[in-house]
């Protein structure tokens, strides 16, 4: 069965960092590209960065909204990906989700989110 | 950016009604459009991808058509589950965006 896990949410000061965790069962995690999505609070969903597979070197896209401070990286041995956040504002307030991504086809899978709030 | 406006902004009807909801884009998309379906406290669910394709598992009351950069999505006799909040993405052109989403109450 495909499932995807997000965990290492939580409260955090403005210009803080956190680092969050996805565990991904089902499939060969090297073999996909994988993204990370926030949602904050009444607001709809914003795609925020892509990991492509080893075919691709596993190349990064980011949205400009956190380039340069977030980074998505992965560690296929243990079927993890991350999503590195630096220098965190308080309009990061969101939940974040894992997604399995089959490019040009949708996003198919989707973890349930982990809930992070920058707040002093 | 590209620009997806979905209308209407919100909806409510009944169920066994026929729903619409229409995506429309700043530029062409190359039909590399899909569509979500999200309830409260829950994941986006993926309902149709390349503007028309029916996602596994989806019921075939949705469906979706367009192209270019305007696209709908359809519920034929719409049932107590399919109220939820509805998005449109592109996956055309980073940075890959969202529309504002439809929300679908019962009437």
């Known amino acids: 069965e495909v499932q995807l896990v997000e965990s290492g949410g939580g409260l955090v000061q403005p210009g803080g960092s956190l680092r969050l965790s996805c565990a991904v069962s089902?499939?060969?995690?090297?073999?996909?590209?994988m993204d990370w999505v926030r949602q904050a609070p009444g607001k709809g969903p914003e795609w925020i960065a892509r990991s492509r597979n080893k075919a691709v070197s596993f190349s990064t896209e980011y949205a400009a909204s956190v380039k340069g401070r977030f980074t998505i990286s992965r560690d296929d041995s243990k079927n993890l990906l991350y999503l590195q956040m630096n220098s965190l504002r308080t309009e990061d307030t969101a939940v974040y989700y894992c997604s399995r991504d089959n490019r040009n086809y949708g996003f198919d899978h989707w973890g349930r989110g982990t809930l992070v709030t920058v707040s002093s | 950016d590209i620009q997806l406006t979905q209308s209407p902004s919100f909806l409510s009807a009944s169920v066994g009604d026929r729903v619409t909801i229409t995506c429309r884009a700043s530029?062409?998309?190359?039909?590399?459009l899909a569509w979500y379906q999200q309830k409260a406290g829950k994941a986006p669910k993926l309902l149709i991808y390349?503007?028309?394709t029916l996602q596994s598992g989806v019921p075939s009351r949705f469906s979706g058509s367009g192209s270019g950069a305007e696209f709908t999505l359809t519920i034929d006799s719409l049932q107590p589950e399919d109220f939820a909040t509805y998005f449109c993405q592109q996956l055309n052109t980073y940075p890959l965006t969202f529309g504002g989403g439809t929300r679908v109450e019962i009437k």
């Open positions: 390349a503007a028309f």
């Open positions: 530029q062409g998309l190359n039909s590399h």
């Open positions: 089902g499939w060969i995690l090297s073999d996909q590209y």
